[in-house]
C-alpha cells in the first residue's frame, strides 16, 4: 500500500545510565530501518536495562497493524472442550456484555476445535457443523460484531485439527478467504496432524492468505512452543504459543509461566509470547492460586483469553477477572514483558517477577510458591531500581497505597501459593530527571 511508509526510518535512542558511576552515557544511536512507528523503550535513568532485556524487543514484525496490546477476550476450549454450538457462543457474548468484561477490554469471542463438519463439501470448502452451528459463522460474527465484540475461530497447520476436523494445510488460501468472508476477526491455527513438516514452513502460508485476503485477522500460533518461535514467529503471527496445552492444574500453571519467562525479551507491541489461554474459574486451582496465575499472566503480557464459563461465574471469579488494575498492567502501551528477577528458598519457591510500565513506574509480583506463608523482599538492585531510589508502593489487588517511601527494598508476608501484584512509583527526584 502507498500510503504505508515500508522505509520509515526511526532513530532510536538509547540512554543508558551507568550505575556505578551515577553518570549518564549515550550508549549509542542506533539507525535501524522499521515497519512500524514504536520505539524500543528507553528506560533512561531509572532502570537496570541489563535486568529488562529488551533487545529483541520488535525485531520482527507482521505488521498487520494489530495486537498493540495483548488480545483479551475468551475461548471455548477450557470450559466447553468439544460441547459447543451457537446457543452456548452467543450466550457467552451476552455474558461478557452483561457482567462488565467486555467493557473492561475482553472482546475477542474465540470458537476453538469442534465448530466444523468432519469433512469439507463437494467444493472443497470447510463447513459448520449444522447440527451444532446451524445458522452459519457468518451469522454468529454478525451477532457479536452487534455487540461490538469480535469473533474468533480455529483451525490447524495440518491435515486434521486435533479433534479430526478438516485442517487448514494446503488448503490456506480457501480458508483464509472463507474466514474473510465470514468476518472473522482473529484465527487460533493448531498443530495437529503436521505430516511432520516443520512449524517454520506450515505456518507462514496461512500468514500470507490472511493477508492476501484483504481482511485484517489477529493471527494465533499454536505450535506448543516446537522449534522456539519467539526466535522466528513475530513475523508470522501476533502471538504463538510458548508451551504445551494448560490445564487447570497448580503444577502446569507454574510449569508454564516459567517455560513462557525464558522468552521474555522477544514480546513487544505486534506480537505476544503465548502461555495459553486462562483457567481462572474452572475449579482446580484455589483462589490463592487463581490470583497467582492472573497477575502473572498480566505481568507477563500474555493474552488475556478467560476459559471458564462466564455466564456462570462465582463472585472470586469474577473479581480475579475484573481487577481493573491488573488488567492495565497487562495493556500498558509501553509492551514489555516482565519476568522472573529472583528466586529464594527451598527449590527456589519465593519469587520476585518484575517488569517496567510506562510513566516509570515498575510491576512488581511477590510470588510464594511454598506451601508455608512466608516474607518475601524485592531489593531494588534485583528489579533494576537504583540504590535509594524512593517509590511509594500500591498493591492491586487491596487497592491501596500500601508504602509512601520504600528506598532500598520492600518485603510482604505471602500466603502459600499466593502472589501480591504492586506498582512501583519512583518519586518526584527521579521522576525530574527524565
Ligand atoms: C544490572 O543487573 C544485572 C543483572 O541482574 C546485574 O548483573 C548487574 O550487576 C546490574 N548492574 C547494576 C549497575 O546494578
Ligand atoms: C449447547 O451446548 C451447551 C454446553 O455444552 C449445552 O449445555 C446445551 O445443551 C447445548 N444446546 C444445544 C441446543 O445443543
Ligand atoms: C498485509 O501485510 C502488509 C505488510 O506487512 C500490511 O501493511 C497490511 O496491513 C497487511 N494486510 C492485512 C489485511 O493484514
Ligand atoms: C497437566 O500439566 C502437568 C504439567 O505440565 C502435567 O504433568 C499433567 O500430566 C497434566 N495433566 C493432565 C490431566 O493433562
Ligand atoms: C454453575 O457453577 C456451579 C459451580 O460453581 C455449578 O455447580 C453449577 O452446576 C453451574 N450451573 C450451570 C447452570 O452450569
Redesign the pocket.
Known sequence: ?AE?K?STILSLHFLILSLYASSFAIAGRVVVPL?QSYEIPTFKSIFNVTVYDTSKYGIL?????LAQTPPMGWNSWNFFACNINETVIKETADALISTGLADLGYVYINIDDCWSSAKRNSEGQLVPDPKTFPSGIKSLADYVHRKGLKLGIYSDAGIFTCEVRPGSLFHEVDDANLFASWGVDYLKYDNCYNLGIEPKKRYPPMRDA????????FYSLCDWGVDDPALWAPKVGNSWRTTEDINDTWASMTTIADLNDKWAAYAGPGGWNDPDMLEVGNGGMSYQEYRAHFSIWALMKAPLLIGCDVRNMTAETFEILSNKEVIAVNQDPLGVQGRKVQVAGTDGCFQVWSGPLTGHQLVVALWNRCSKAATITAAWEVIGLESGTSVSVRDLWQHKEVAGDAASSFSSKVDPHDCHLYIFSPQAAYRSEI
Open positions: 500500500m504505508q515500508l515497519l514484525q507482521l505488521n498487520n497493524g490472511l493477508n492476501a485476503s484483504g481482511y485484517t485477522i
